[in-house]
């Protein structure tokens, strides 16, 4: 098993430019995660869906972000325009959500976006 | 993969000790709790969970206990190691919640050999 993968690994980016993180999880999670780490606020989560369909995206910071999950296979995050301040690491995780129990979520190797 | 140089508070302990690291939640209806490991330059790794029906869980060199009444979890490492460095999180969760996961400010824990 290949793991969440993310693509990609690094990348700078002049402000005001659009920024397009992408992520594929592990085959058969129905469940995917995206996080973002800084220094001032540590690991916080952007928006999580299940079966594709996002669930809860209050963590979104404004609407220069967005997400979408065309298939059970592919997600991606894109910030347009990107500022500075959105410097981070992104993550993707995923998880096999079942109705009746916890589950383990599963991250991927991360993103580090850093916005001139 | 990535981390970042967060500014967290440091344990440090001498290779073969114990390690205990704390964390203290805030969700009085938070029903299940992960630790979670990361290295420099990965993402986070899952160590070790526990419900809140049990008040200890033991895994491979690692214990969790988990006190409701003061919100309170602790990772305890037995015969720490050097592989054993890297920022440690716990993580909350409420099953009849969202699904996602809340997460700590993070400890970074440095063995010394």
């Known amino acids: 098993d290949a793991g969440v993968i993310q693509s990609p690994r690094h990348e700078v980016t002049e402000m005001g430019q659009e920024v397009t993180l992408r992520c594929k999880p592990i085959s058969g999670h129905n469940s995917l995660f995206w996080y973002r780490q800084t220094m001032m606020r540590g690991l916080e989560l952007l928006i999580y869906?299940?079966?594709?369909?996002?669930?809860?995206d209050s963590g979104m910071p404004e609407d220069r972000f967005s997400a979408k999950m065309p298939n059970a296979s592919f997600s991606t995050l894109k910030i347009q325009p990107s500022e500075p301040r959105d410097s981070a690491v992104y993550f993707c995780?995923?998880?096999?959500?079942?109705?009746?129990?916890?589950?383990?979520?599963?991250f991927g190797p991360g993103t580090r976006l850093t916005v001139l | 993969g990535e981390s970042v140089g967060l500014h967290l508070p440091t344990l440090s302990v001498q290779e073969g000790d114990n390690s205990i690291i704390n964390c203290a939640y805030s969700n009085s209806a938070s029903d299940y709790f992960i630790w979670y490991k990361q290295e420099s330059g990965k993402g986070p790794q899952f160590i070790i969970d526990?419900?809140?029906?049990?008040d200890k869980r033991q895994g491979q060199r690692v214990t969790v206990l988990l006190n409701k009444t003061v919100k309170h979890l602790s990772l305890q490492i037995a015969a720490t190691q050097p592989g054993d460095s890297a920022v440690y999180f716990c993580a909350e969760n409420s099953y009849t919640g969202r699904r996602a996961l809340t997460f700590g400010s993070g400890t970074r824990l440095q063995v010394q050999p």
């Open positions: 869906f299940n079966n594709n369909v996002p669930i809860d």
């Open positions: 995780a995923s998880s096999q959500r079942q109705e009746s129990s916890y589950n383990e979520q599963f």
């Open positions: 526990i419900r809140s029906n049990m």
